[in-house]
């Protein structure tokens, strides 16, 4: 079974910040993991996937098998960044399974 | 840059109607999904769709739902006997390909009344 659990619910953080989303997976293989973002009244968006090792508006996040977590980071929050967050694994089929979602406010 | 569209944004029916959703994925794309979140809980997969024929689905999709591409561009879903339990937001994605990533719709938002 893919199972992917994120903890906190809403996470409020001033700009200028660090914010860290935590995501944690269950999967038995070797699963793919993404970071999907929907900015208010927008459609879901991918923001990160791990094999691509990129940074994208400054969020990184990093597959530790060890600890089966893919958490997001973003060194300075920003206003924009504002919005809805969520964590999903890809395993040996195509379904995407998602956690619950972090909705994240940055405070001016 | 394309985008898959969604048609209607919110329906509201009856409970034991019957509800076509309405999906156009992105034209170069071959594999089709649709994913439903309940309010306040998590996004969960329904079905996936390539060559005509369902590839997965997950045991919510009972036979209550069906899936067609009736010409070359809609990508429909079915309830046929709508429950109040069926309100809830469905998103439509497509994908290149199986490793590529699935580009999501705009979502419809179904309210069985």
């Known amino acids: 079974a893919q199972r992917v659990t994120q903890p906190e619910k809403l996470l409020s953080v001033f700009k200028g910040a660090p914010v860290e989303l935590k995501c944690n997976y269950s999967y038995s293989g070797s699963p793919e993991l993404f970071w999907y973002v929907q900015y208010s009244r927008q459609r879901l968006q991918l923001l990160l996937r791990?094999?691509s090792r990129e940074s994208i508006k400054g969020f990184t996040a990093d597959l530790n098998k060890g600890e089966t977590s893919f958490h997001l980071k973003k060194p300075f929050a920003q206003e924009e960044d504002s919005a809805m967050y969520y964590c999903?694994?890809?395993?040996?089929?195509?379904?995407?399974?998602f956690g619950k979602g972090n909705q994240v406010v940055v405070i001016p | 840059e394309p985008e898959v569209t969604q048609t209607p944004s919110h329906q509201v029916t009856q409970m034991g109607q019957e509800v076509i959703l309405r999906c156009v994925p992105i034209s170069n794309h071959l594999y089709f999904y649709w994913y439903r979140q309940i309010l306040g809980q998590k996004v969960e997969f329904l079905v996936s769709?390539?060559?005509?024929?369902?590839?997965?689905k997950s045991e919510i999709f009972d036979d209550q739902f069906s899936v067609e591409r009736p010409d070359g561009s809609n990508f429909t879903l079915k309830i046929r006997s709508t429950k109040l339990e069926d309100s809830a937001m469905y998103f439509c994605a497509s994908s290149e390909d199986l490793e590529n990533i699935q580009y999501f719709g705009a979502g419809t938002r179904l309210s069985v009344l």
């Open positions: 791990h094999i």
């Open positions: 769709f390539y060559n005509n024929e369902i590839s997965e």
């Open positions: 999903a694994l890809r395993g040996g089929n195509n379904r995407l399974a």
